[in-house]
């Protein structure tokens, strides 16, 4: 009996250990439309959109009529209703193409996902709603010249009078800024400097056309040119009690769930552009000749492709990891961060090999150091 017991226990032991690395058929089906459309659409005007920094408007267009923008946004308020994973398959698909023109299509979902998490019932049919009808852009404000990571950092004030707030301050580099239809916005609350930041900070739904709201330029990104990235100064803006998001001066942890949500997604946007590296590289190195050879002969460039795919994969395998926690019903921010930093440090060391490569691949309108522009934003 103690026998059967013990066995019983080895099987339980065995099947929680059980993992699946195969992608069900509707995931292949999402990951496999999204690298089309990379491949015809994005990566064909990549160098376009590049070189002018206009925004893309026509492609994000047809991204969000193929479900591809704000894919989390649940069904009952319009979206696709797709899990983290699915988003993740989706990111990295497009980054293949453009990690700049992904950007300008997902980079929404930052705003999105806040109020995905704690939005009340008629904020997501509103915030939500919005998103899922049509191709609208929305940002998330919180950084500012002087807190970036460092959220407790955060200067821009809320204060209450009456049933309004009103907020006063600078955020920075915002994404989408110039085309936002509504904001979130993190304000400090409580004047006291020592309460601590679980207890100082709102978060507030703002629509983008309320009084006192200025756009700044757009900043001249050294890559993802075409994303739109401004300063966005609030100017006594009074926005209502019922936008405040969450609890009031619970901002931090909404500020906080949103980055964890969404990490995987920048780690997908890495991934995708390592993927996109190593194919560009294998492909010049079997075309390239040198010493009588192609390149890819060489073990110099034989061991630099085989540290490509090796951080590729290590990125991807810990990228989807991180996403499937959330999925899970959990949001992890030890995997998330993990996935995050290494798949953008990896991509950063992909793009530099690419050029590496190609000794001549340093020239500024070269495919690769395009790529290698683009790499810098990921690791910050």
Known sequence: MLSRFSSSIV?????????????????????????????DVLLPNASKYDKSGEFPWEIVRQAHSLGFMNPIIPEKYGGPGM?????????????????????????????????????????????????????????????????????????????????????????????????????FVLARTDENPNT???KAFTAFLVDGDTPGITRGK??????????????ITFEDVRVPKENILG??????????????????????GAVGLSWRCLDESCKYALERNAFGTPIANHQAIQFMLADMTVNLELSRLYTYRAAAETDAGGVSSYSASIAKCFSADTANIAAANACQA???????????????????IMID
């Open 11 to 39: 099987r339980q032991r065995i099947q929680k250990r059980e993992m699946s690395f195969e992608l069900s058929s509707t995931q292949k089906e999402i990951q496999a439309a999204a690298l089309q459309f990379s491949k």
């Open 83 to 183: 899990g983290g994973l699915d988003s993740v398959l989706i990111v990295e698909a497009l980054s293949y193409g453009c990690t700049g023109i992904q950007l300008a299509i997902v980079g929404p979902s930052l705003a999105v996902a806040p109020v995905y998490l704690a939005g009340t019932e008629e904020q997501k049919k509103k915030y939500l709603g919005m998103m899922a009808s049509e191709a609208t852009i929305a940002s998330y404000a919180v950084t500012e010249p002087g807190a970036g990571s460092d959220v407790n950092g955060v200067k821009t004030k809320a204060v209450q009078k009456g049933d309004e707030y009103v907020i006063n301050g600078s955020k920075a580099w915002i994404t989408g800024g110039g085309h936002a239809k509504w904001f």
């Open 196 to 198: 601590p930041a679980g």
């Open 218 to 231: 757009k900043e001249e990104n050294m890559g993802q040119k075409c994303s739109d990235t401004r300063t």
């Open 247 to 268: 609890a009031p001066g619970a901002g931090f942890k909404v500020a906080m769930g949103a980055f964890d949500l969404t990490r995987p997604l920048v780690a997908a």
């Open 358 to 376: 190609e000794k001549n691949g340093t020239q500024y309108d070269d495919g690769r150091f395009d790529l290698h522009r683009s790499t810098d």
